[in-house]
């Protein structure tokens, strides 16, 4: 049901355990585009032609050209207050002692994992980072060997021979994102799944609700007794499973939903 913020307040205090899972609409006030809405990237990018690994085997180039264009444009992109009050507050509940928090999120823009470690403040080595089900624009890695790193730096995407090559092996590296077709890594799912499984309530923020296993995850919490609060302007498939359901935008409504009362 709709509800207003005191009644969701309330639900999120008393819980032991909770998860958020966010979608792009949590970035969408920073400016980062979301996929399914009215300027969505898929709108005007059909996924099988760039965000694929037939379509990487197919032309390299023109998908780290899309990367590329999405890593500048996303670098450019700052926290907005529903990443700072997320973070403020999943640092203040582990501070305190208080019940747990985990943050999941299907967003590749990692403006989470920015706003965290200006929650935790410089130099803090273990700020509360969130679980990236679909990995980071701003990572790479090899199609070859076992090359991983972080990496901001623009792309050369003029030709096949000028795109990103691998320091160890010469093989051409690849965004280290999630791709149609792909299965997620394991080892991210279980911390995910083992989050909702224990999480009173799961907190989903942002997200169409429409792609598989991230949409699954408030369903395990329901399954395991937990309740669900959705925060997004527009209905989508779990508003129905919702106990409370928050209609508008979450750079608004969570900075209302999770600042500290003391
Ligand atoms: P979508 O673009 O599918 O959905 C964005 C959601 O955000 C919609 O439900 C909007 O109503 C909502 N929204 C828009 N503005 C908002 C705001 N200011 N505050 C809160 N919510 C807002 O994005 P995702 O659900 O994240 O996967 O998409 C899931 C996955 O599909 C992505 O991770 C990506 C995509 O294909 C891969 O690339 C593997």
Known sequence: MTASVPEARELLAGARSVLVLTGAGVSAESGV??????DGLWR???????????????????????????????????PNAGHHAL????????????????????????????????AAGVGDPAPALPVELHGSLFRIRCTRCAHRASDRSPVDAASEASLPRCPACGALLRPNVVWFGEALDPGVLERAFA???RAEVCMVVGTSGLVHPAASLPLATLRAGGSVIEVNPD??????????????????????LLASRS
């Open 195 to 197: 989050a909702a499984d």
């Open 87 to 118: 973070a403020g507050w999943a640092l203040e509940r582990g501070v305190t002692g208080g019940p747990g928090v985990t943050l999941v999120t299907q967003n590749v823009d990692g403006l989470h994992e920015a706003a965290a470690r200006e």
């Open 235 to 256: 209905p989508t498939p779990i508003t129905g499973l919702a106990r409370y359901t928050l209609r508008g935008g979450s750079a608004t409504l969570l900075p209302e």
């Open 44 to 78: 005007t990018h059909r996924p099988e032609e760039i965000a694929t690994p037939e379509a990487f085997a197919r032309d390299p180039r023109l998908v780290w050209e899309w990367y590329g264009w999405r890593r500048e444009r996303v670098g450019r992109c700052r």
């Open 33 to 38: 585009p979301t996929f399914r809405g009215r």
